[in-house]
């Protein structure tokens, strides 16, 4: 626990000292709900396991939203890596079948999203409690380290801000989606492989290598000289 701070069973009195850094800290957005799962964490003295739908559905959006930079990066970092060596590489290497594929996708979906929904709380009150503490160990005191977890903490802007950058990279994800299948893009990239020869015109003469013509022309002349020679004989 923090400095000058005591554990309560309940959300504490609007006075007490942790509940002006608990709010400090966690900023305007979703704060009864915060103060309520840190006042059961402090009561019990220790976390636990409690939902949280948020980063549950949004788990990346929510990190950055809560400026939990650290664990953002970690999140993504091990996605990414976890995608390419399971479905990429290893999917070249090893070939799994429908069925290891199936249950690969479960193991996925349990880490990228269950597994955040679960421990979310727990993990943002510890951030929230390393948060105070580097900031009470300046010596601010009490009001001075409320202003400054104030300046710090997640507002609606930033908010606002994050749901409308995710609305533009959705958009540009769809009309990417929309732009390459129509061969926009795809359609100016000759391939040899798909060539397709042109169908003959009925009734054309058709056209002579030259080549062939070469070929055909000696052939005649060979011919020729054999006739003269049979009529000289």
């Known amino acids: 626990h923090f400095s000058h701070m005591t554990s309560t069973p309940a959300i504490p009195d609007q006075t007490d000292v942790t509940t002006e850094l608990y709010k400090s800290v966690i900023g305007p957005v979703n704060q009864s709900y915060y103060l309520r799962v840190f006042a059961h964490f402090d009561a019990r003295g220790k976390t636990g396991i409690l939902w949280h739908w948020s980063a549950f559905f949004t788990t990346l959006n929510w990190l950055v939203f809560r400026k939990m930079w650290g664990m953002a990066a970690w999140f ?49 009150y510890r951030f929230c409690e390393r948060t105070i503490n580097s900031v009470l160990v300046t010596g601010v005191g009490v009001p001075g ?37 129509g061969g926009t893009l795809v359609g100016k990239i000759p391939s040899m492989a798909t060539t397709v020869p042109p169908e003959p015109i009925e009734g054309a003469e058709p056209v002579q290598l030259p080549a062939l013509a070469t070929s055909a022309a000696s052939s005649a002349a060979v011919a020729a000289d054999s006739a003269s020679a049979g009529a000289s004989d």
Do not use: D
């Not at 070939?95 to 421990?119: D, N, Q, R, W």
């Open 76 to 124: 993504a970092g091990l996605s990414l890596v976890f995608t390419l060596a399971v479905f990429g590489i290893g999917k070249l290497v090893f070939g799994y079948s429908e069925t290891t594929e199936g249950i690969l996708t479960g193991v996925s979906v349990l880490l990228a999203f269950v597994l955040p929904g679960l421990f979310a709380n727990a993990a943002y």
């Open 145 to 181: 380290a409320c202003e400054v977890l104030t300046q710090r903490a997640s507002t609606r802007k930033r908010l606002l801000g994050l749901i409308a950058l995710n609305g533009v990279a959705l958009v540009m994800l769809f009309a990417l989606l929309a732009w390459v299948p």
